[in-house]
């Protein structure tokens, strides 16, 4: 599958994006996608439009998100004994684990895991009813339960 997202789908939003940065930004975000949601690898995924707007959306958000943070400079400041620290970013992960969710989500939608199942050990045609309880003891019936 191609990046659904295209360069003019994020310069509506950021029209200060140069090309060359755009286009950096959307093969990153894109490669970053597809190691979450490894279904967005397949040349052909069944996705519904709905699915490729959530994959837009995640992309979008987290490109628009990176432009705003910039370089992710930290600036600190101090009067007296107090201080703080300002940190423009997070610049280890681009995605948010809400995002990241939504990504998996779709490829849930293309491969449906397998469902919990029983597997029957008890050769076929064999059926023998109890006629007496196994745990009640010292009754009727114990002669027939030796053999059960």
Same mark, same amino acid.
């Given at each position: 599958m191609q990046n659904p997202l295209t360069r003019d789908a994020l310069k509506v939003f950021s029209p200060e994006l140069s090309n060359d940065t755009a286009d950096a930004m959307l093969a990153t975000a894109w490669a970053r996608a597809q190691q979450a949601a490894p279904c967005l690898r397949e040349d052909a995924p069944d996705l519904d439009s709905a699915d490729v707007e959530i994959i837009k959306d995640v992309l979008r958000s987290?490109? @628009? $998100?990176? +432009?705003?943070? *910039?370089?992710?400079?930290?600036?600190?400041?101090?009067?007296?004994?107090? *201080?703080?620290?300002? $940190?423009?970013? +997070?610049?280890?992960? @681009?995605f948010r684990p809400n995002e990241i969710r939504d990504l998996q989500s779709v490829c849930g939608n293309v491969r449906k895991r397998g469902r919990a199942s029983t597997i029957s050990t008890i050769p076929p045609g064999y059926h023998q009813t109890p006629t007496v309880h196994p745990f009640l003891t010292g009754g009727e019936g114990d002669d027939e339960f030796e053999g059960f």
């Amino acid at each position: 599958m191609q990046n659904p997202l295209t360069r003019d789908a994020l310069k509506v939003f950021s029209p200060e994006l140069s090309n060359d940065t755009a286009d950096a930004m959307l093969a990153t975000a894109w490669a970053r996608a597809q190691q979450a949601a490894p279904c967005l690898r397949e040349d052909a995924p069944d996705l519904d439009s709905a699915d490729v707007e959530i994959i837009k959306d995640v992309l979008r958000s987290a490109i @628009l $998100r990176w +432009d705003e943070r *910039g370089s992710g400079a930290v600036a600190q400041r101090t009067a007296g004994e107090y *201080g703080e620290t300002f $940190r423009a970013s +997070d610049s280890s992960t @681009l995605f948010r684990p809400n995002e990241i969710r939504d990504l998996q989500s779709v490829c849930g939608n293309v491969r449906k895991r397998g469902r919990a199942s029983t597997i029957s050990t008890i050769p076929p045609g064999y059926h023998q009813t109890p006629t007496v309880h196994p745990f009640l003891t010292g009754g009727e019936g114990d002669d027939e339960f030796e053999g059960f």
